[in-house]
C-alpha cells in the first residue's frame, strides 16, 4: 500500500485504527482540486530551479493521465488513506518514480488548505446561483401577486392588511444578504496557503505569487503556521449557509401555514407534494416541511465545527481533518434543498378567495386610530379608544364596522363617522406608504430592485 | 414506480423534490427493522381475523422472501422513495396483489417510528459492548500501572503525586455512567408505537400486547399522537452518545499531551500513529487526535435534532424524516470511534523513567500544611506559611526541600524538621488514604469494582 | 481582602483579570449549600479527631451566625472572590482565627462540587413539581374537552378526526418521559464528592459515609479526581431541562397556531396576552410565543457546557467554573416558563364551534377505505380508489360526501353505499379504538391515569 | 401601570405571565438609544406636520430630561414591561399628555429593532478596539522574542523549529480577519428600520432619509415586515464574536500548555493567575483556562438565536424578544475576556532556556530530506531514507546526529556528511523563506504590518 510516510515505522495501521483515520471516504471528491493544486505546484518547483523543463513536463502530463483516471471512477473503492495519497499513487503508476519529487517542499498541511479552498469557492458560485435562483421565483410570484391582498401578521395574529407580493419580497430581500454574506467569504477564502510547508513556510523557495495567480486567489497567507492550522474559512461559510437555511426554514414555516386547509390562501403544486400511505385525501406539503427542517443540519454542523477547533494550539492538528465532514453536509444540504424550494415557490398558486375570505376589519383599527390622530387626539390616547372599541365589536359579538353608532360615539364623538368612511382594505394598504411599506408605489419599488439583484 | 399513496394526485414528484424528499439513502438500513415489524403486523392482523391463516403464511413467507433479496442487495441502488415502500414493492413482486393487504390499518408513521426503536434498541447494545471494551483495556493498563506515580495535575499545573493506575481509572468510571444512562435510555426507547396508526390509533383491533411481545418491546404507547410524532428516544440516545465522546475526548486529549515530548509519559503503539508527508521524524497521535474530536459530531447531531423538533405540532410532520441522518451519524461516529480509542488505550506503554523525572518536590507543598496542622497551625496559616516557602525556594532558584533552614524556620519554626522528614512521592500518595483517593487500598478497590463491571 | 491562597503570590489579581475571575457575581446563590457541606465537614473533621467538641461547636455556631447574615443580605455586593471566600470570611468575623481550620483536608474543587449537586437536587424538586402543574391543568382541560372533535393534523393538513382532549393528552405524556429523566439525573446528582480533595483524596482520613449520610447523598464518588474534574450531572440535567423545554415549545406551537384567526380553536385568557403599541385590535399569544422560544436558551446552555468540558484532562480546570452560568440559566429559564405556560393551559377557552366547522369530509377518508377493505379489497387499492375519489371531488369542487353516485360507482361499485352510510365524526373517532387511540375509551384510561401521575 | 396597549383588554397580565413576558430586566440598557431613537422619530414626525414646532421642542426637552433621569437611575428596579415603556412613562411624567404622540405613526417593532442596531454598532466598535489592543499586545511580545528559537508544533508534536515570534503571530492573524467579519456585520447592521411601522410600513409620511442621516446609518431597510421581522444583524454579530472567542481559546489554550511545568516556556505574571485554596505551591493560569472556555459561552448564545428563528413567520413574533438575552451575554463575554488576555498576554514572560532544552534534533529531519534532494534524490524516496535513520537512532536511543556513520551510510552513502553539516536550528528556520514562514525576513516584514493593522 502506498503511503506518503512510514519510513520511520515499524508497523502498519492496525484495522481500527485505519478505519477512523482514513479520510478517503469523506475527502475524495477534492480529487479535481487536488490535481490542480499539484499542477500549480509542479510549475513553482520547476520555476525555482528544483524540476527541469521536462520533469515539469511529465510531472503536469501525468497529473492530466491521473486526473481523467479519476474521472473515470479509479477512486471508487480504492484503499488510500486520502485524496492525496490516492493521487500519489495514480501518479506513480503513470511515470513512475519521478512522482516522488511532486511533494518537494510541501505538505499535505498546505495542500490540504489549498484544495479545500479551491473547492470552497467552486461551492459558494454554485450556492450564489441557486440562491439567485430562488430569488428570482419569489420575485416572480410577487410580480403575480400585487393586487392580492391578504392579512398581514405578527405574533401569528392579523395585524394590518398587505400585499401577497410584499409578503414575498419579505422572504426575499434576507437572500441578498445572504449573498452578500457569501461574497464576503469568498473574499477570505480566496487567500493561497500553497507554499506554507507543514507549519513553518516551505523548504523550496517557491514563487508563491505565480502560484496565487495560477490558481486565481485574491492574496496569499501571511503566516504559514496560521495558514495551515486555521479553518475560518469554513466555518465563515458554514455559517452563512446555516443564516441562509435559517431564512428558507422562515418561509417554508409560512408557507406550510398557508398551504392549511384552515388558511388556504396557497396551493401547492402536485409535483412538490406526497400523500399518506393510509390517508387516501392527504396531500401533505413535504417540499415545504423538508425546507423548514433542513437548517437543523447546518446548524449542527456550525456547531460541530467550532467545537472540534475550540482549544486547538496553532498549526495542524489531526482534530481538522473532520471540518471536511461538516463542510460537505452543509453544502450538500443546501444544493439539495434550494432547487426544490425554488420549484415548490414557483409553482404554487396563491388562493384570492381565501385571502380576501380571511380578512378582518379588525385589520382597519390602526386606521382609526390615525383617524383620531388626525383630529388632534393624540395617538396614545386614540390607541385607547380604539381599544374599547373593539371590545365593544367583541362583546356585542359583531363586526368592528357595525359597533352601534351611538356605542361608539359613547367612547368617542368621531368614531362613528370613522367608522363609516372606513375604506377598503386595499386603501388601508395604501395608507403605509412609507419606502419599504407595502403600498404599491414602494412594492413595486422592491420588485425592480430585486428582480435586477436575481438576475444572474 | 411502486408508491404508497399518489391516488388523488394528477402529477408524479418533480425531480427536485423527489431529491429532496427520498428517504431510502439513509434509510435503507432499516430494512431488517421493517420486515420483522411487517412480519409480526401480519401475525398481527390474522388474529384480529384481517387475514385468513393462508393468506398470514404467504405474506410472512413472502416477507422472508423479500429479507432474503435485500440481504443480497435487492436495495442498492433502488429508486423507491423509502424502505417502506422498497419492501412493500418487492412483496409485490414475490407475491402478488395480496402484497396491498400488508398495510392494512397501519401508517408510515407508526411503521417507522417502530422500525427506529427497534433500530436503536440493537445499536444501544453494540455501543454497550464497545463501551464495556474500553473501560476494560483501561482497567488492565491500570493493573499494570498500580506502582508507577507521575504528578496529578488540576489547572494543567503539577497539583499532588498521584498513581498512573488512578489517572486511567479516572477515566474509566465516566464510562460506568454512561452505560447506565445508554441503559435508561434503551427502556424509554423498548415502547411500542405498532398500532397506532397515523395519528389517532388503528382503524383494525390489533392486539397491541402480542406485537409488543413478538417485537420484544417493555410497553406500548399510551397515545398515537404522541406515539407517531415524537423523537424522545432518539434525542435521549444521541445526547448519552455525545456525552459519552465527550468522556472520550477528554481521555483522549491528556493521552495527546502525555505523549508530547515534553511530557513523554506513554508512547503509542506504531499502529495507531501516522507520520508527516513531509517531516520524516514525525509520529502523531492521530487514534487520541480524532477521538478528541468526534464529540464534536455527535454534538452537532443533537443540536440538529433539538432544532428540527423545535415548535412543531403534536403528531406526524415531515420535519421528523430528518432524525435518521443525525441517530446513524451519531451511532456510526461513536461505532467507529471506540474499536480504535480501545486498541490506542490498550497498546500504548507508559514510560517511567518520564513520570518519575517530571516529579518536583513541590507537589509536596500539601503534606507540609498539613504537617504544620498536626501540630496545631489552622490549615489556612499553615497553607500561607508553606506558600511563603515555596516563593522562597522560587527566589532562591532551588528545590523546595533544599530551602537553607534558616530560611525555613525565619516562616515558622517547625519547617526545616518537616522539610527534613518530607518522604517520597509514594508515600505521599499512600497519605491520601480516603476512599475514592489515590491510595493504593482505593485504587485496588477500584480496580476490582470496575473490572467486574467491565466483564461482558 | 481575604483571600483561600496567596502566600506564595507577590502581586494580587490584575483588575481586568480580577473581572474575568471573580465567581461570586454568578456562584452567590449557592451560599445555603455551602453553609449546609460546611456544617457537614466540621462534623467530620471533628469525627476524625481533628476538631474537638469544643472547636467542632464555634464553628457550627459560626456557620449558622454566617447564614443568618447571608439571609439578611451580607452577600450583596461583596467583593469576595467567590461563594466560598465569602462564607470563610465571615466565619473569621465571627469567630476568629478558628476559622482558619474549617477548610484542613477539603479543597475548593470538593467544596464546589458538593454544593452544586446539593443544589441540583432541590432544582430538580422543583422543576419536577412544576412539571407536574402543568400536566395537571392539561389533564383538566383535557377533562373538560372529552366531548370536543375537532381535525388532527399530521404534516399540518387535516388528517383524522380526534378529541380534543386527545390532542391536550400528547402534550402531556411527553412531561411524563421527562419526569422519568429528571429523576435518572437525580439518582446520578445524589453522588458526594465531598473528601476527595482537591484531586487524590483528603490527607485527613474523613469517613465519607457519614458526610454521605449528613448531606443525604445516595452513594459516595468512587475516584476524586473524576468527582473534582467531572460535570456529568450539570449536563444530563441542563440536557433534561431542553427536551423538557422542546415539548413545551412543541405544546406552545401549536396553541399558537390554534389561537390564530383562522383556527380559532382556542381563546386565550386576557391575563396571558398583550397587545400591539400600535395596532389597537391585537391581542396576542404572548405566552405561547415566549414558551416556543425558550428552549432555545437551554439548548444553547447545553451546547455550551459540552463545548466546555470537550478535550479536558481528568481533574479540575478552570473552565469547570463556567458550568453554573450555564445551569442556573437552565433551571431559571425553566422555573419561569412553567409557571406561566401552565397558567395560559388553565385558563385557555376552546371555541367547539370553530373545532366543529373546521371538520371536512376528507377527514373520513380512511373510513371509506376501511369500508372497502371490509368487502374484501386490499387496502392499498381501496387507498387508490379513495383517492380517485377525492380528487373526483375536487374536481367537481364539491363535498366528499356529494360526488354524484354514478361518478362513485364508476370508481368502485361499493362507494355509492359507503358514502351514504359514512357516519359522523365522532363516529369515525370511536372507530380508532386500539389502547392510545382517540376513541373514548383509550382516553378515558389515558386520563385516569395521567391525573394519578400529576396529582401529588 | 402604564402601558403601551391595553385599550381592548379586561384583565391585566397574570403574574407568572408578567415575569415571563417582561424584558426591562434585559432591555433596560438600551435606554440611551431608546431616547436618541425618540428624538429623531419627533424631528421626523415635527417635518411630516404631526406636530407643532413647539411640540418639537417641548418633546425633545422631555426626552432629554427622561434620559437624565435614566441616567440617574430611574430605571432600576422599574416595573414597566419593556424599555420603551419605562420612557414613555417617563415622559408622561415630565411633560403630561403630549407624550402621548410620541409614538405616532410608529411600532415598538420598528423602535426596538432601530434600538437594537444602534446598541450593536457602539459594541462593535468596542469589541473592535479590543480587539486590536489584544493584537497590539501580541504584537508586543512578538518584537521582544523574535530570537527565541522553540519548537514548532503540529499534532502536538515537534515538527521545525520556528521563532516564538513567529508563533505569537499566528495567533494574531485571526484576530485581524475577526475584524474584518465585525466591519462586515457593522455595514450590514447600519442598515435604519425605522418608519417601517408595526409590519406594513409607517402610516404617517415620515422622511426615512432624513431619521437615517440623524441616527447615522447607512441606508434604510427595504422591506418593513423584514425590517422588523429579521434579526440576521444579531446572528451575524454572535457567529462573529463566537469565532472571535474560538481564536481566543486557541490562544489561550495553547499558552496553558506552555506554561505547565513540562513545556515551561512562558511564566505568566502573578496578577493573572490564582493559587489554590487546599495546595500552597500551586500558580494556575486561569486567565488562560477562562479564555479558553469563553467561546462555549458565546456558541451557546448563537445556537440558541438560530434555534430561537428558526421556522418562524416573517414580520414580528415574540420570540424575537429572547434575542437581546443572547446578544448581551455574547457582547459581555467578548469584552469581559479581551482585556484580561490582553493583559495576560502583555506581561507573560517567555523562558529562553526552556524553549531552548526542549529542541530535539528530530527537528532537523526534513533538512536531512531536503538535503538527499539537492543530491538528486526525489522527495518521497529522500523521506523514507531520513525516516529510517530515525528508526535507527531510535533503536540505538541515541541523538540523530550520534548515529554512527556506517549505520547512517547503510541507509545512504551522503547522509554521514549531511548529518556532520547540519548546522544549528536558527539557520534550520532561516531555510524556510518563504513569504509567511518562520524566518526573520517574514517575520519582521508580518510585525511591520501587523504592528501598522493594530494601531489605533
Redesign the interface.
Known amino acids: 500500500m502506498h503511503?506518503?510516510?512510514?519510513?520511520?515505522?515499524?508497523?502498519?495501521?492496525?484495522e481500527?485504527?485505519s478505519?477512523?483515520?482514513r479520510s478517503l471516504p469523506v475527502d475524495h471528491r477534492l480529487w479535481p482540486q487536488d490535481i490542480r493544486g499539484s499542477k500549480a505546484w509542479v510549475r513553482a518547483l520547476a520555476q525555482a530551479g528544483?524540476l527541469t523543463p521536462g520533469e515539469e513536463q511529465m510531472l503536469r502530463d501525468g497529473l492530466d493521465r491521473v486526473a481523467r483516471r479519476l474521472a473515470d471512477g479509479a477512486g471508487t473503492g480504492a484503499p488510500d488513506?486520502d485524496v492525496?495519497t490516492l493521487v500519489?499513487r495514480l501518479l506513480y503508476e503513470e511515470i513512475g518514480?519521478?512522482?516522488?519529487?511532486?511533494?518537494?517542499?510541501?505538505?499535505?498541511?498546505d495542500q490540504v488548505a489549498t484544495d479545500l479552498r479551491l473547492w470552497c469557492l467552486t461551492a459558494l458560485e454554485q450556492v450564489d446561483r441557486e440562491l439567485a435562483g430562488l430569488g428570482a421565483a419569489l420575485v416572480a410570484q410577487a410580480e403575480k401577486g400585487m393586487d392580492l391582498i391578504l392579512?398581514?401578521?405578527?405574533?401569528?395574529?392579523?395585524?394590518?392588511?398587505?400585499r401577497w407580493a410584499?409578503?414575498l419580497?419579505?422572504?426575499a430581500?434576507?437572500l441578498v444578504?445572504d449573498r452578500?454574506?457569501l461574497a464576503?467569504a469568498a473574499r477570505?477564502t480566496a487567500v493561497l496557503p500553497l507554499?506554507?510547508?507543514?507549519?513553518?513556510?516551505?523548504?523550496?523557495?517557491?514563487d508563491?505569487d505565480l502560484l496565487r495567480e495560477e490558481l486565481g486567489f485574491r492574496a496569499?497567507?501571511?503566516?504559514?503556521?496560521?495558514?495551515?492550522?486555521?479553518r475560518?474559512f469554513v466555518?465563515?461559510i458554514v455559517?452563512a449557509l446555516?443564516?441562509l437555511l435559517?431564512h428558507v426554514?422562515?418561509?417554508?414555516?409560512?408557507l406550510?401555514?398557508y398551504?392549511?386547509?384552515?388558511?388556504g390562501f396557497v396551493r401547492l403544486?402536485?409535483?412538490?407534494?406526497?400523500?399518506?400511505?393510509?390517508?387516501?385525501?392527504?396531500?401533505?406539503?413535504?417540499?415545504f416541511?423538508?425546507?423548514?427542517?433542513?437548517?437543523?443540519?447546518t446548524?449542527?454542523?456550525?456547531?460541530?465545527?467550532?467545537?472540534?477547533?475550540?482549544?486547538?494550539?496553532?498549526?495542524?492538528?489531526?482534530?481538522l481533518?473532520?471540518d471536511k465532514?461538516?463542510l460537505f453536509d452543509a453544502v450538500d444540504t443546501v444544493l439539495?434543498?434550494l432547487?426544490?424550494v425554488?420549484?415548490?415557490v414557483a409553482?404554487m398558486e396563491p388562493v384570492a378567495e381565501r385571502m380576501n375570505a380571511?380578512l378582518?376589519r379588525?385589520?382597519l383599527?390602526?386606521?382609526?386610530?390615525?383617524g383620531l390622530?388626525a383630529q388632534g387626539v393624540?395617538?396614545?390616547?386614540?390607541?385607547?379608544?380604539?381599544?374599547?372599541?373593539?371590545?365593544e365589536a367583541?362583546r356585542l359579538r359583531v363586526d368592528?364596522a357595525a359597533v352601534p353608532p351611538e356605542a361608539a360615539r359613547a367612547i368617542h364623538g368621531s368614531l362613528p363617522a370613522l367608522l363609516a368612511s372606513l375604506g377598503s382594505f386595499a386603501e388601508s394598504?395604501e395608507?403605509?406608504?412609507?419606502?419599504?411599506?407595502?403600498?404599491r408605489a414602494?412594492v413595486l419599488a422592491?420588485l425592480s430592485?430585486l428582480a435586477a439583484a436575481f438576475r444572474a
Open positions: 503511503q506518503m510516510w512510514g519510513g520511520r515505522f515499524s508497523a502498519a495501521p492496525e481500527s485504527f478505519q477512523l483515520n528544483i488513506e492525496h500519489e518514480d519521478l512522482a516522488g519529487k511532486l511533494h518537494t517542499g510541501r505538505s499535505r498541511n392579512p398581514g401578521y405578527t405574533h401569528g395574529q392579523q395585524a394590518q392588511p398587505v410584499y409578503v419580497l419579505a422572504h430581500w434576507p444578504r452578500e454574506r464576503d477570505r507554499g506554507s510547508g507543514a507549519l513553518a513556510g516551505s523548504g523550496v523557495p517557491v508563491r496569499i497567507s501571511p503566516n504559514a503556521l496560521d495558514a495551515t492550522g486555521e475560518d466555518v465563515e455559517f446555516a443564516l435559517m426554514s422562515r418561509l417554508a414555516g409560512e406550510v401555514t398551504s392549511s386547509t384552515e388558511f403544486a402536485d409535483g412538490y407534494c406526497t400523500g399518506s400511505s393510509l390517508m387516501p385525501q392527504k396531500r401533505n406539503p413535504d417540499v416541511e423538508l425546507a423548514r427542517v433542513k437548517v437543523a443540519r446548524l449542527g454542523d456550525l456547531v460541530g465545527l467550532l467545537t472540534a477547533l475550540k482549544g486547538l494550539p496553532a498549526g495542524y492538528s489531526k482534530d481533518q473532520e465532514a461538516f439539495l434543498t432547487p426544490a425554488r420549484g415548490g409553482t380571511a378582518q379588525g385589520l383599527a390602526t386606521d382609526l386610530a390615525d390622530v393624540p395617538f396614545r390616547e386614540a390607541h385607547v379608544l380604539v381599544g374599547r372599541l373593539v371590545q367583541e368592528l394598504v395608507r403605509r406608504a412609507t419606502p419599504g411599506g407595502s403600498a414602494s422592491q430592485e
